[in-house]
Every structure is written in structure tokens, then in C-alpha cells.
């Protein structure tokens, strides 16, 4: 769940490089990505990605990679419940699980805002 909270974090990233001359979706863009650092998604899905529509599924493509980095990298928990940076503190530390969450995390956040950049500007040549 983490990662594909990290791939819409990305995605608000992107759409903020996208619209980097407009306040309002700069003061959005930043708010909620602080929050999707502390497993908040609620600002970024709904102030943002879905509202948009394409950083919404941008981030599900997002996500998707990091649960691939994840699944490959066997990274499990030890607990339920806290994600992104708190959720450091329920990963197993067997096989360099810390690393390869950090890893999945970073996959997830740069395929964010690839994606969602790439998107939008397709989208605005058309």
C-alpha cells in the first residue's frame, strides 16, 4: 500500500513541475505531498490526481512499479498499519529490508513524476 501511496505522491510532484507558474496548484502540489510523506493520501488524491484525472492513473502505473521493486526485493512487515516514512518502522530488516523500501519508495516516486510529466505534456501538444 505504501508504494502506491508514493506513485500519487509522484504524480502531485509532476503535475506541480507541469504547472510550476501557478500558485494555486503550487500551494495544492506542496501541501499535499508533505502530507503523502506521512501516509496522509486523502489531500493528494483528491486535491490533485483525481481532480486531474491523468496524475490519478499515472500514480496507479507508479505504484505498480514499486510494488514490482517490493515483490522482487521480497519486502514484508512485521506489523499493519503506518506507511511511507513511518512505515519504516514495520518493515522486517531481514535481507536489507530498510533499503529495499527506501528503494521501492524512490522507484515509485520517480515513475510518478516521469509518467505524469511525460502525460501532461503529450497532452498539451495535442
Known sequence: MSVALMGQGGAVLGFLLLNWKDNKAKQI???????????????????????NKFPLIAGCFAGAIGGAVIYLTNVYAIGFGATAI????????????????IMAHLAAL??????????GKIKKKN
Do not use: R
Not at 86 to 101: D, F, N, R, V
Open 110 to 119: 520517480i515513475a510518478g513524476i516521469v509518467f505524469t510529466v511525460i502525460y
Open 86 to 101: 513511518p512505515g519504516l518502522t514495520i518493515i522486517a530488516a531481514q535481507g536489507s529490508g530498510h533499503l529495499h523500501y
Open 29 to 51: 502540489c506542496i501541501s499535499s505531498f508533505g502530507s503523502v510523506l506521512f501516509g496522509i493520501s486523502e489531500p493528494a488524491i483528491f486535491g490533485v490526481t483525481l481532480k
